[in-house]
C-alpha cells in the first residue's frame, strides 16, 4: 500500500502527559500537511512542510505543540503537556507541489485526554 | 476559520436518486476539493477542481465550480447505500495550499 500511513491509529492518554504521533507522506511527495478534527467539524489547518522546511504553522498550533519533518520524509507532532481540550482526529496528508495537487489523507489518529 | 459552508448540512435520500451538495467560499482560491469521510476514519480524495474550469466529472460524480459566485456543487448520480458519509469541500489558497475545510454535510442514503 502506497497511501499515507499514520501511527498510532489511537493514543489514551492522561491529562499532562507528552504524546507523539508519526506520519509516512506518499514517497514522492514533497508537501506535508498537519491539521486537526474535532467532533462535527471539518479538519483545520495545523501546519506544513515542504522537504523538511517547516513553512508555516497556524495559531492554533500552540507552544505546547511541535512538529519536525527531519528527512524530508517521515513527519512527527508531538504536544507536551496534554490538556483534554486536545482531544481530536490528528490528520495528515502529503502531495506534490504547487496549487493544481491533490492532498491524500491518511487515516489519522484520535486521541483522547482523560 | 473554516472558509466553505457546505448545504444542506444534512440529505437523506433514497437509493438510486442523484444527491446535490453545494459549498461556498469567501477569498479568491487556486482549486477546490470535495472529500468523503466515514465515521471517524480518514478522508478519501473525491475530486479537484481548478479555478479556471468550470465542470469537472469523475464517475458518477459532477463538479461544477462558478467564481463569480464563490460557489461549487458536487453531484452524485444514481446514489447507492455505500455513498453514505460525510462530505467536505476544501478550498486552496495561496502558495502553500493549505486546505480550508467546511462543517460537512451528512449524507444518509436509504437502500
Known amino acids: 500500500d502506497t497511501g499515507v500511513s499514520q501511527n498510532p491509529r489511537h493514543k489514551i492518554t492522561k491529562r499532562g502527559q507528552n504524546v507523539t504521533f508519526r506520519c509516512d507522506p506518499i514517497?514522492?511527495?514533497?508537501?506535508l500537511y498537519w491539521y486537526r478534527q474535532t467532533l462535527g467539524q471539518g479538519p483545520e489547518f495545523l501546519t506544513y512542510?515542504?522537504?523538511?522546511?517547516?513553512?508555516?504553522k497556524s495559531r492554533l498550533l500552540s507552544d505546547r505543540f511541535s512538529a519536525e519533518r527531519p528527512k524530508g520524509s517521515f513527519s512527527t507532532l508531538e504536544i507536551q503537556r496534554t490538556e483534554q481540550g486536545d482531544s481530536a482526529m490528528y490528520l495528515c496528508?502529503?502531495?506534490?507541489?504547487?496549487?493544481?495537487?491533490?492532498?491524500?489523507f491518511g487515516p489519522g489518529t484520535r486521541l483522547t485526554v482523560t | 476559520s473554516q472558509q466553505g459552508e457546505e448545504d444542506p448540512q444534512a440529505l437523506s435520500i433514497q437509493e438510486g436518486e442523484n444527491a446535490t451538495m453545494n459549498c461556498s467560499y469567501k477569498t479568491s482560491i487556486n482549486n477546490l476539493q470535495w472529500y468523503r469521510q466515514n465515521s471517524g476514519r480518514g478522508l478519501v480524495h473525491l475530486i479537484l477542481?481548478?479555478?479556471?474550469?468550470r465542470e469537472k466529472h469523475s464517475g458518477r460524480l459532477r463538479v461544477t465550480l462558478d467564481t463569480s459566485k464563490k460557489s461549487s456543487s458536487l453531484l452524485i448520480t444514481a446514489s447507492r447505500a455505500a455513498d453514505t458519509a460525510s462530505y467536505f469541500c476544501a478550498t486552496s489558497t495561496g502558495a502553500n495550499s493549505k486546505l480550508t475545510f467546511g462543517k460537512g454535510i451528512t449524507l444518509s442514503v436509504r437502500p
Open positions: 514517497s514522492e511527495h514533497n508537501r
Open positions: 477542481i481548478r479555478s479556471n474550469e
Open positions: 496528508a502529503s502531495s506534490l507541489e504547487g496549487a493544481a495537487y491533490e492532498q491524500y
Open positions: 512542510f515542504q522537504n523538511e522546511a517547516q513553512l508555516e
